[in-house]
């Protein structure tokens, strides 16, 4: 047996932020992956997505510029040289990723599946390791829904729709989440039909039904079709590609595209990985149960990133590898004490941060709320950008922001700031005595406070 003082079990973005502290310790690492190094944001999630929004973009832009001022002629789009530039893009950071650990001296790679074979022990292959402390960062999987025939056809997550190499004449995708929503999007600006079929009522069901809305009514200017409160309930083969029957309102009919993406949520990687051999508690879900410091039910042993349930996002595994180092060396950093934050990479995107206005309301506090449409602000009406909308929540007793959602240009970037604010416990009155840079978007956003009025 072989003993590590850390051994680190998946290579998704916490492992990066874990290896860039304990590395300069000297101490021992194993790093154990049996598939491509960099987890889903660098091979199949953020990296190569939001290089396919800045095309998706371009080529937006481009077919607006009689409304600029200038024409570009007939416009054709080159999905091979899309695919080249998102392929260069994600392939390099997992390959930077992979040769950092192969020439760190006191790093090992081990390029193969592993899984408890009891406390703090590892079994990878022919191997048996030992961990001092022992990091779990194995990330979700897609949840494939129940539906009649869904197995034997022709289904892509996002993982195979970004290995396609021809554009779909005609996208079917089940599920109007951030997954599915962004990628709707982008195949309809490359040129494919798309079609959203959505259950509930809504895109994006934990956000605010204003904020969904508009997120609906531009893509719809786009011409995507979105179909709300429709089942799937069978899906067979056809000429054409895929053929889903529908259920909606009692009524069934169907629809036939090209290919289908199923983007229904995901699934923790907990099963097969020996976590009843090591003690390790998971939740009904599968999620590994963790404490406030990521740590498990079996002592030396943390979870981090998708795999324990507290955020899907890059950014909260990061955080959950600055959590664990903090708790390692005497820290106190928690994961309940973290901000809830998070993109959607639409165009326009949408950020967000803290609480919807739904769940501030159900708080039962007094809440007051200012919005301003993207119409009304100077620099988003100078770009031609004005779908959407600012909404700012605040706490009528303490004078704090609650929770924020910026759908408009810049979103996602503006949105940081107000994670700052709150994180800061700035007052409001405070932060609209603050000058920011003209002309701006965000220089709008303590003017917007000026609109407060109670949630009646």
Same mark, same amino acid.
């Given at each position: 047996?072989?003993? @590590?003082?850390?051994?680190?079990?998946?290579?998704?973005?916490?492992?990066?932020?874990?290896?860039?502290?304990?590395?300069?310790?000297?101490?021992?690492?194993?790093?154990?992956?049996?598939?491509?190094?960099?987890?889903?944001?660098?091979?199949?999630?953020?990296?190569?997505?939001?290089?396919?929004?800045?095309?998706?973009?371009?080529?937006?832009?481009?077919?607006?510029?009689?409304?600029?001022?200038?024409?570009?002629?007939?416009?054709?789009?080159?999905?091979?040289?899309?695919?080249?530039?998102?392929?260069?893009?994600?392939?390099?950071?997992?390959?930077?990723?992979?040769?950092?650990?192969?020439?760190?001296?006191?790093?090992?790679?081990?390029?193969?599946?592993?899984?408890?074979?009891?406390?703090?022990?590892?079994?990878?292959?022919?191997?048996?390791?030992?961990?001092?402390?022992?990091?779990?960062?194995?990330?979700?999987?897609?949840?494939?829904?129940?539906?009649?025939?869904?197995?034997?056809?022709?289904?892509?997550?996002?993982?195979?729709?970004?290995?396609?190499?021809?554009?779909?004449?005609?996208?079917?995708?089940?599920?109007?989440?951030?997954?599915?929503?962004?990628?709707?999007?982008?195949?309809?600006?490359?040129?494919?039909?798309?079609?959203?079929?959505?259950?509930?009522?809504?895109?994006?069901?934990?956000?605010?039904?204003?904020?969904?809305?508009?997120?609906?009514? @531009?893509?719809?200017?786009?011409?995507?079709?979105?179909? @709300?409160?429709?089942?799937?309930?069978?899906?067979?083969?056809?000429?054409?590609?895929?053929?889903?029957?529908?259920?909606?309102?009692?009524?069934?009919?169907?629809?036939?595209?090209?290919?289908?993406?199923?983007?229904?949520?995901?699934?923790?990687?907990?099963?097969?990985?020996?976590?009843?051999?090591?003690?390790?508690?998971?939740?009904?879900?599968?999620?590994?149960?963790?404490?406030?410091?990521?740590?498990?039910?079996?002592?030396?042993?943390?979870?981090?990133?998708?795999?324990?349930?507290?955020?899907?996002?890059?950014?909260?595994?990061?955080?959950?590898?600055?959590?664990?180092?903090?708790?390692?060396?005497?820290?106190?950093?928690?994961?309940?004490?973290?901000?809830?934050?998070?993109?959607?990479?639409?165009?326009?995107?949408?950020?967000?941060?803290?609480?919807?206005?739904?769940?501030?309301?159900?708080?039962?506090?007094?809440?007051?709320?200012?919005?301003?449409?993207?119409?009304?602000?100077?620099?988003?009406?100078?770009?031609?950008?004005?779908?959407?909308?600012?909404?700012?929540?605040?706490?009528?007793?303490?004078?704090?922001?609650?929770?924020?959602?910026?759908?408009?240009?810049?979103?996602?970037?503006?949105?940081?700031?107000?994670?700052?604010?709150?994180?800061?416990?700035?007052?409001?009155?405070?932060?609209?005595?603050?000058?920011?840079?003209?002309?701006?978007?965000?220089?709008?956003?303590?003017?917007?406070?000026?609109?407060?009025?109670?949630?009646?």
């Amino acid at each position: 047996m072989q003993t @590590f003082q850390h051994i680190i079990l998946g290579t998704g973005q916490a492992t990066g932020t874990l290896l860039g502290k304990l590395i300069p310790t000297n101490e021992s690492i194993a790093v154990i992956e049996g598939a491509k190094i960099g987890g889903s944001c660098v091979n199949y999630g953020c990296t190569p997505t939001k290089s396919l929004v800045a095309s998706a973009k371009a080529i937006f832009v481009a077919k607006r510029g009689n409304y600029f001022g200038f024409q570009t002629g007939p416009l054709r789009v080159d999905y091979d040289r899309i695919r080249e530039r998102m392929n260069g893009i994600r392939n390099g950071s997992s390959s930077g990723l992979e040769s950092w650990m192969e020439n760190t001296p006191n790093v090992t790679l081990i390029r193969d599946w592993g899984a408890f074979s009891g406390p703090r022990t590892i079994q990878v292959g022919d191997q048996t390791l030992h961990g001092e402390q022992i990091y779990v960062n194995v990330g979700t999987h897609p949840f494939l829904p129940p539906i009649e025939g869904l197995k034997e056809v022709a289904w892509m997550d996002s993982a195979r729709l970004l290995d396609l190499e021809r554009i779909p004449e005609h996208l079917l995708i089940i599920g109007g989440g951030y997954i599915g929503v962004e990628f709707a999007q982008i195949y309809r600006r490359f040129g494919a039909e798309v079609t959203i079929l959505q259950r509930g009522a809504q895109l994006m069901p934990r956000e605010d039904r204003d904020v969904a809305d508009a997120i609906a009514d @531009f893509l719809r200017e786009e011409g995507i079709d979105i179909r @709300f409160n429709t089942q799937v309930v069978r899906a067979k083969e056809n000429e054409a590609g895929v053929e889903l029957t529908l259920s909606s309102a009692g009524t069934e009919s169907s629809v036939t595209g090209s290919h289908l993406l199923v983007a229904t949520g995901r699934r923790p990687n907990t099963k097969g990985i020996g976590l009843e051999h090591a003690d390790i508690a998971t939740d009904e879900r599968g999620f590994i149960q963790v404490d406030d410091f990521c740590q498990t039910s079996a002592p030396g042993v943390f979870a981090l990133g998708d795999v324990n349930g507290h955020g899907a996002f890059t950014h909260t595994s990061v955080n959950d590898a600055e959590i664990v180092l903090d708790h390692l060396y005497g820290g106190n950093r928690k994961i309940s004490s973290r901000i809830p934050i998070y993109g959607l990479f639409t165009d326009p995107p949408l950020g967000r941060v803290g609480m919807t206005e739904k769940e501030a309301v159900a708080t039962g506090r007094k809440i007051l709320k200012a919005t301003r449409l993207m119409s009304r602000i100077s620099r988003a009406k100078e770009m031609g950008e004005t779908n959407g909308f600012a909404k700012i929540l605040i706490d009528a007793e303490t004078d704090l922001v609650l929770g924020v959602s910026i759908l408009g240009p810049g979103g996602d970037e503006i949105i940081n700031m107000f994670a700052a604010i709150m994180h800061s416990g700035i007052p409001c009155r405070s932060y609209r005595e603050v000058v920011l840079v003209h002309p701006t978007v965000s220089e709008l956003m303590p003017w917007v406070l000026d609109s407060l009025q109670p949630i009646s």
